[in-house]
């Protein structure tokens, strides 16, 4: 079992920042990609971001040169440090893990576990 934490959600104003913190259990960030997703009142989840250890980050075009995905192996923590955010960032942001090639790491339909979700709301 996987238990996945997500934290630093809020209101910010557009172009500010925030981080946000995804807190895995046990070894899960050595083991498993961890992904980042976000859903939008009325929309479907969307893939933003995900890391592998010995492997290259990965990021939907919406969020390259804002968003910067790093993992802490020592805190079992991913993070998603979002910068420059505009109100189209407004959503629901989950983490979520799965063992899955890179080539899947954009399905939602291949993460096998996730976190209650963080919410990030953006002020224009």
């Known amino acids: 079992q996987v238990d996945l934490v997500e934290s630093g959600g809020k209101l910010v104003q557009a172009g500010g920042s925030l981080r946000l913190s995804c807190a895995a259990s046990?070894?899960?960030?050595?083991?498993?990609?961890i992904g980042w997703f976000r859903q939008a009142p009325g929309k479907e989840r969307e893939f933003v971001a995900a890391?592998?250890?010995?492997?290259?980050?990965l990021y939907t075009d919406s969020v390259k040169g804002r968003f910067t995905i790093s993992r802490d192996i020592a805190k079992s923590t991913v993070f998603l440090q979002m910068d420059n955010l505009n109100p189209e960032d407004t959503a629901v942001y989950y983490c979520?893990?799965?063992?899955?090639?890179?080539?899947?790491?954009?399905?939602?339909?291949?993460?096998?576990?996730w976190g209650q979700g963080t919410q990030v709301t953006v002020s224009s």
């Open positions: 979520a893990a799965t063992r899955v090639v890179r080539s899947s790491w954009r399905d939602a339909g291949k993460y096998n576990y």
């Open positions: 046990g070894g899960t960030v050595s083991t498993h990609t």
């Open positions: 890391t592998r250890q010995s492997a290259s980050n």
